[in-house]
């Protein structure tokens, strides 16, 4: 369903709360409420498994899971204003994903007069419908797959995850990704328990440093972040910003200067990028006092224990995957309470 603010409304999906989420049900109130798109929503995942749930189970706080599918910092800001605060939440951890969270937030700001106010490039309009966009010749693993996947997780999990003739399947398209779509490349290392599908152009297009595009995203992006920070300051609750990397960035150390890897010089120009803007967006983070996880150094080192959905179209995380992220958040709040 279409939507002035949000590009796309939740739908009410039978087993989802009213507003349409991925829960049970709307609490009164909730200790911790997660907003972010598919990688907080738990694609590939149960909702027992997405991150914020476990993060639930290791912290023994009730969670709310806020998150949707092609959201991006727009939305987010959006819905802690209009939703996650009036569930009283004594944190908001927000969901940041590298892949594609800037390139949203200059498609949602350029496509959508309503957040015209945040514009600084005369003339630029885009079209914001990224929703059920078509697996396009050439364009490989896009956004509009990403959303139907969230749409129909449970179906899509007990067909590829669940079942060994959909992991069976999975493998054997990780295995030949490269020879069946000139956009994919694949990583088997059958000693390191290592079998993964990339598609990094398209992640390379939204993390380029010389992009305006990408440059205006990351600034939209800040700009919302640091305002998310305040408004949790005057409603006292805590803000924390979990940095959720792309998939190449985990498997960096066995990817990159690899020649003989198809797409190679792809997955290296993404790399460089990727690392830039995560300087830049670290830099963001402590120049604004917003606490904030990078989860790369935990998933790196769990890169050997198939962090990620079994297929060659799919590039989030699976349960392991988020199990990963959600304890490297839980570390960052421990220590944070330490400190007090």
């Known amino acids: 369903m279409q939507d002035h603010v949000l590009g796309a409304a939740p739908r009410k999906i039978v087993g989802f709360d009213r507003w349409g989420f991925r829960n049970r049900e709307v609490p009164e109130s909730a200790d911790i409420v997660a907003i972010g798109d598919s990688h907080t929503y738990g694609n590939a995942a149960r909702m027992e498994d997405s991150w914020p749930y476990v993060l639930g189970r290791l912290t023994g706080r009730r969670v709310y899971n806020l998150a949707m599918g092609g959201y991006g910092p727009n939305q987010y800001y959006y819905l802690l204003k209009n939703r996650a605060l009036s569930l009283k939440p004594r944190l908001v951890i927000c969901g940041l994903y590298l892949g594609d969270d800037f390139e949203n937030a200059f498609t949602i700001t350029y496509g959508l007069d309503y957040w015209a106010y945040l514009r600084k490039l005369p003339g630029r309009k885009v079209d914001y419908d990224i929703w059920w966009a078509s697996m396009a010749p050439g364009k490989g693993w896009n956004k509009g797959s990403r959303v139907w996947l969230s749409r129909h997780s449970v179906a899509y999990q007990l067909l590829f995850h669940v079942s060994s003739l959909g992991r069976l399947e999975g493998e054997v398209q990780i ?27 398209g992640m390379l297009e939204r993390l380029d440093q010389n992009s305006t595009d990408v440059q205006e995203g990351m600034r939209i992006t800040f700009q919302l972040l640091n305002g998310m920070n305040e408004i949790c300051h005057q409603n006292h609750a805590q803000f924390l910003v979990v940095v959720i990397p792309t998939k190449e960035m985990v498997f960096a150390d066995y990817l990159e200067h690899k020649p003989d890897l198809p797409l190679s010089d792809v997955v290296d120009k993404l790399l460089v990028n990727e690392r830039l803007a995560m300087q830049k967006t670290a830099q963001f983070f402590t120049d604004s006092n917003i606490a904030y996880v990078d989860a790369l150094p935990a998933l790196q080192r769990s890169a050997e224990h198939q962090l990620y959905a079994r297929t060659a179209s799919d590039m989030h995380p699976n349960k392991n995957g988020y199990r ?6 839980f570390e960052a709040l421990k220590q944070s309470e330490e400190k007090k």
Do not use: C, Q, Y
């Open 175 to 201: 295995r030949d990704a490269a020879r069946f779509d000139h956009t994919a490349t694949s990583l088997n290392l059958p000693g390191k328990n290592i079998l993964e599908a990339f598609h990094p152009a």
């Open 324 to 329: 990963v992220i959600a304890e490297a958040a």
